[in-house]
């Protein structure tokens, strides 16, 4: 579990292919703290620490990962957002976040408004029902408010503001039009949908 508060930028620097993806990822955590099978949420994807060293860890990136994350997510140089995992007595700053991406947006515009920037980001039409302005969402692993909502006939369309503090702690500074964001809907609504459906 993890509250979608990013905690470091890391960035891709090597990349092996064993069957899955070895992807070793910089850092400034401390890695000491860090334990081998640790979880580690990279721009939204649950991932297990398999290797470690000073300044660095390693994960592996199965085929069905690769296939539902952002295009050019594991690529060298990336730069990801990272989150360790919830403890027990941790302030729960975001939302529940469990790292599993639902399907990938699509950013339409990004806009200077004020000091803040405005994205505005597309989704698939059959998500519209988990998306609600003033609902929380992950995007690339970072807990997020929709501002509104607007679905149109090829699918959603919502916005999001990042305020400068969060555009420095996470990779939103360097997000542009075009760009794939991994996104995770809200376990609340994902719960409420089922129900819902049920009760039909």
């Known amino acids: 579990m993890f509250t ?3 905690t470091d ?3 891709i620097t090597a990349l092996e292919d064993r069957g899955d993806l070895r992807v070793t990822i910089a850092t400034a955590y401390d890695m000491a703290s860090v334990a081998i099978g640790a979880s580690i949420a990279c721009s939204g994807v649950c991932l297990t620490v398999v ?3 000073e300044g660095q860890f390693s994960v592996d990136v199965s085929a069905e990962t690769r296939r539902r994350t952002a295009p050019g997510q594991w690529t060298m140089g990336r730069r990801l957002n990272l989150e360790r995992a919830l403890k027990v007595g941790d302030e729960l700053g975001g939302h529940i976040v469990t790292g599993h991406v639902d399907t ?3 950013v339409l ?3 200077p408004e004020g000091a803040s ?3 505005e980001i597309a989704v698939p039409a059959d998500f519209a029902p988990f998306v609600a302005a003033k609902g929380s969402i992950a995007l690339d692993g970072a807990s997020l408010t929709v501002n509104t909502v607007e679905d149109r006939a090829d699918g959603t369309v919502f916005t999001i503001n990042i305020i400068p503090h969060t555009a420095e702690w996470t990779t939103f500074s360097t997000t542009k039009r075009g760009d794939g964001l991994n996104i995770e809907i809200d376990t609340l609504a994902r719960y409420l949908a089922r129900m819902r459906q049920f009760a039909d």
């Open 4 to 6: 979608g508060i990013i």
């Open 9 to 11: 930028i890391g960035t």
């Open 51 to 53: 290797e470690k060293r």
């Open 104 to 106: 990938v947006g699509q």
């Open 109 to 111: 515009t990004r806009t």
């Open 117 to 119: 920037t405005r994205f």
